[in-house]
């Protein structure tokens, strides 16, 4: 289900990490269930009151494009304002306002989204005769915080969930369809692929937007299976600063992500593999969605060295999606585009798959007899039986004596097992581990 986001906005140093990092806290137990994801420090899944929402550190967020334009305070407030339900300005009470929070203001006031102002590092509550300095911004009543202390900020999340909750973010009787996001780098050739994915099928783009938001989806029949092709940056984004500068968008891609079953990473092959890539596919991954990885352009790529360069550094580089098949393809030309929809269909079948106990079982006696296994101390894990608990993505949950002396390696192991055993292809798979006597 998509969440909603919530960015933090504001210059270098006011306290935007801490404050995230604050905000998120609670939630840094799942992050590190996560093993093997590159985690990407700038969102984090959060909830307060009971709403679940992804918070966003804008600065942390890397554009796509033009180096000037890389990390700039206003592609920021440009992204925050374009992509967030809900803007948390962050400005410093110490330094007061400077001529970024200015420019930065200037932005947002032109935005009709839920926008606070919170005054960072007001770490003595009974000193807060410097607000009145911030009316200036323009942006209504500012919010003293201690990013550091936690003062104030549980007041601002009261407000911020309000809004929130406001939000309609439930899909609008919707057809029932794989849902499909189309990510990537700016110039990988998504439009040009979702253009030969849809070309030749029976493409109605859809009249219900998916959300309430500005989404275009594209749903398309290919051999009697619906597909929707989640809306990204398909459509080309252009800065509003400069015009020739794109940029990446990554919080679109996320938004598509929350939305989709299966994700198409299109990686440029004349270019390879980027730290972009690894992000969003990290994301992904988070997210629980299946992925299929799309090599593109491989027209540009010249001779089999080349070409196997590219590939071992996608196996060696992205080990955390591994399930992921790869596909090289020319959307140009339509060469080996045909291809996907078999991967997809695949990736999905796997991704919304049952495994009955029963065969489940049979495999963990087969660990039992040939597998290694684990201990602490005195303590033997011993493994008393395994059952499907949830799908899309598949997890598992095994019952166990001792599930706190289960370690990464451990999991590892398993996953690889019941990746051998059964087919998984393509699917992000959960386990649990709970104590059972
Ligand atoms: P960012 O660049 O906006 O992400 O800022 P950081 O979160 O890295 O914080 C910049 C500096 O301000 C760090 O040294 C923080 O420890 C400090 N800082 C953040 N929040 C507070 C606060 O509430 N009070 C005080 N006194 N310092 C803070
Ligand atoms: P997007 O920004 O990811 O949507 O990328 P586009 O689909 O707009 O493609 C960017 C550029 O790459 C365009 O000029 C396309 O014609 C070109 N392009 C896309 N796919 C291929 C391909 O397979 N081979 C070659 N040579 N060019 C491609």
């Known amino acids: 289900m998509a969440l909603p986001i919530v960015a933090v906005v504001g210059r270098p140093n006011v306290g935007k990490s801490t404050l995230v990092n604050r905000i998120a806290q609670v939630d840094e137990a799942i992050v590190h269930e996560m093993r093997g994801v590159t985690r990407d420090r700038s969102y984090h ?81 009974a000193r807060e005769d410097g607000l009145w300095e911030f009316y200036q911004l323009g942006l209504g009543d500012p919010w003293p915080v201690s990013a550091m202390h936690g003062h104030g900020t549980g007041d601002i999340l009261d407000e911020v969930v309000a809004e929130l909750r406001k939000l309609d973010l439930e899909p609008h009787e919707e057809v029932p369809a794989i849902n499909v996001a189309i990510i990537g780098r700016p110039n990988a050739g998504k439009s040009s692929l979702t253009n030969k994915l849809t070309n030749n099928e029976r493409s109605i783009v859809s009249d219900v937007a998916g959300t309430t938001r500005d989404a275009i989806d594209t749903l398309v029949e290919h051999d009697g299976e619906l597909y929707r092709i989640v809306d990204t940056a398909g459509l080309r984004r252009k800065s509003q600063i400069d015009q020739d500068v794109e940029y990446y968008g990554f919080v679109r891609a996320m938004r598509a992500i929350d939305r989709a079953d299966v994700a198409l990473l299109v990686i440029d092959g004349s270019i390879g593999l980027t730290n972009e890539d690894q992000r969003v596919a990290g994301y992904a991954a988070e997210r629980g969605c299946a992925m299929v990885i799309v090599l593109n352009k491989w027209d540009l790529v010249e001779g089999p060295e080349a070409k196997a360069d590219i590939r071992e550094r996608i196996e060696d580089r992205m080990t955390f999606v591994g ?58 894990l011993r493994m008393k039986y395994v059952t499907q608990t949830s799908t899309c993505p598949p997890q598992f949950t095994f019952f166990c004596n001792r599930p706190d002396i289960v370690d990464d390696n451990y999991e590892r192991y398993l996953e690889n097992r019941l990746r051998q055993a059964f087919d998984l292809t393509g699917t992000p798979i959960r386990l649990k581990f709970k104590k059972k006597d």
């Open 45 to 125: 899944t959060a909830d307060w009151n009971g709403v679940d929402f992804t918070l966003i550190d804008t600065g942390g967020i890397e554009m796509g494009g033009d180096d000037a334009f890389q990390g700039s305070i206003t592609a920021q407030a440009f992204e925050a304002t374009r992509e967030a339900d809900v803007i948390i300005f962050l400005v410093d009470g110490r330094t007061g306002i400077n001529a970024d929070d200015e420019e930065v203001a200037r932005i947002l006031r032109k935005s009709s989204k839920p926008i606070f102002l919170a005054v960072n590092k007001m770490d003595n509550p």
């Open 323 to 380: 399930y992921a098949p790869v596909v090289a393809v020319c959307a140009l030309t339509g060469k080996k585009v045909d291809r996907i929809w078999t991967l997809i269909d695949e990736a999905y079948a796997n991704y919304a798959k049952t495994i009955p106990t029963a065969q489940l079982n049979n495999f963990l006696s087969g660990i039992r007899e040939s597998g290694h296994t684990i201990s602490k101390g005195k303590a033997i």
